[in-house]
């Protein structure tokens, strides 16, 4: 991140308020006062759910610009640099941008949240690229009441792997009400699809969406098949093969799946998206990074994952089960994100778990409370002082890999490190 990236987001997080508020009322009425730009915007593609967004999103952005189309997206969090989070038809926003909108925007002398800031930003941005562009944008927390939630009649709404996340924020605090609030809430004019879900999850989500008067389109319509050591994409007569060195898991294979449903339907040719999908690469998940972290270590490979639900780390368990070398990781983790229960699926896997407070969070646990749970649940552990002081602790000799987990914002540190 560049220090002047760094400064003004450090700014903004001092100005505007960092905790969640789920209100429509001040973007809407910040939006009523600038005119209404989001109605300026076409083609918008929600992309709504617990995990797989980014690599949802990721995904369609590399088929559309495949196919030669304009695409704006906004994402969230950033994971180094503020700017990640505005992508502008062929280039990440500028910070003279970011500060010339954030002006227009205080001058309705409303007062808004940060993530509710950066949304109204990403909409002044976008309506002055192309007008045929395809606005692909991540929601926020849930959906009922997310800044994002701004579009009667999206191109369409994309629902994503749901799961018990965020139940902090829900009453009662149950899947069938985290659901509701995801997809209870969807356009009525427009075409949903819905990403592979658990059975029980499906069946809820195909319930609350049963009045909605909107085309669906399920996961079922399409699957990820493997055959002869070969893994592909199967709707109908439609087979791509999927061939990529840069997606490990088959999770993100199957949100790969999805964008690749959408991009069907959108007119992209299977050919377009069969040479496009090894150019695919999705930054802090499941990703094997190379940098000034690597430089030294000859024999030692590092993988990042932000994973933080039951759902993510359960999928990064299934990739490191097939690696036959000694796995050591790196743990980092927010207090809200039930670390107890997440580190038990990775029993028999780490060879060595190190744990490290992630640097300028206010809501990191601490290394010593994480090394506490780690140690009740089995694993031989050690506490670490910072992600330099981590990497130490860690024998130099003999080949192995070293997995940074437990949170995108420590994914986000470790990047920018490299």
């Not at 940060?114 to 002044?124: D, P, R």
């Not at 999908?277 to 930054?283: M, S």
């Not at 933080?308 to 790196?330: G, Q, V």
Request: hydrophobic share 35%.
């Amino acid at each position: 991140m560049s220090q002047t990236s760094k400064k003004l987001y450090q700014k903004l997080q001092k100005q505007y308020s960092k905790r969640i508020n789920l209100d429509l009322k001040r973007i809407k009425k910040v939006l009523r006062k600038l005119d209404n730009p989001e109605e300026k915007l076409n083609n918008v593609i929600n992309i709504i759910g617990s995990d797989g967004k980014n690599s949802v999103l990721t995904s369609l952005k590399y088929f559309l610009e495949a196919n030669k189309q304009k695409v704006n997206t906004f994402t969230s969090p950033h994971l180094y640099d503020v700017r990640q989070r505005f992508w502008l038809g062929n280039r990440f926003i500028t910070i003279n941008e970011i500060e010339k909108y954030k002006k227009i925007i205080e001058n309705t002398r409303e007062r808004l949240t940060l993530f509710e800031l950066l949304t109204c930003i990403y909409i002044l941005a976008a309506c002055k690229t192309n007008s045929d562009s395809f606005n692909l944008v991540e929601s926020g927390l849930l959906f009922k009441l997310d800044g994002t939630n701004l579009w009667s009649n999206p191109l369409a709404q994309v629902v994503t792997n749901i799961n018990f996340q965020h139940q902090e924020w829900v009453k009662p605090k149950t899947i069938n009400e985290i659901c509701r609030q995801k997809v209870g809430y969807l356009s009525k004019n427009t075409i949903i699809y819905i990403g592979k879900q658990k059975t029980k999850t499906f069946k809820i989500i195909n319930k609350i969406l049963k009045k909605n008067p909107s085309t669906k389109i399920t996961h079922r319509s399409w699957k990820i098949i493997n055959e002869k050591n070969k893994k592909y994409y199967k709707e109908n007569s439609n087979l791509i093969r999927l061939n990529s060195k840069n997606i490990h898991s088959e999770g993100l294979w199957e949100n790969v799946g999805l964008a690749i449903k959408m991009a069907l339907d959108l007119g992209i040719s299977s050919e377009t998206i069969r040479k496009t999908i090894p150019k695919i690469k999705f930054e802090g998940r499941v990703q094997f990074i190379k940098g000034r972290l690597t430089k030294n270590l000859k024999k030692t490979k590092i993988l990042v994952d932000g994973c933080h639900s039951d759902e993510s780390t359960k999928n990064l368990a299934r990739f490191l089960k097939n690696i036959k070398i000694p796995i050591f990781s790196i743990w980092g983790s927010l207090r809200n994100k039930n670390p107890k229960k997440l580190i038990k699926n990775f029993k028999g896997i780490f060879k060595k778990i190190i744990t490290v407070k992630i640097p300028n969070e206010p809501s990191a646990m601490s290394s010593n409370k994480l090394y506490k749970i780690a140690k009740e649940n089995g694993f031989q552990t050690v506490e670490s002082k910072n992600i330099k002081d981590a990497l130490k602790k860690i024998p130099k000799k003999d080949k192995k890999i070293i997995v940074i987990f437990g949170s995108l914002y420590l994914v986000g540190k470790v990047l920018s490190m490299n």
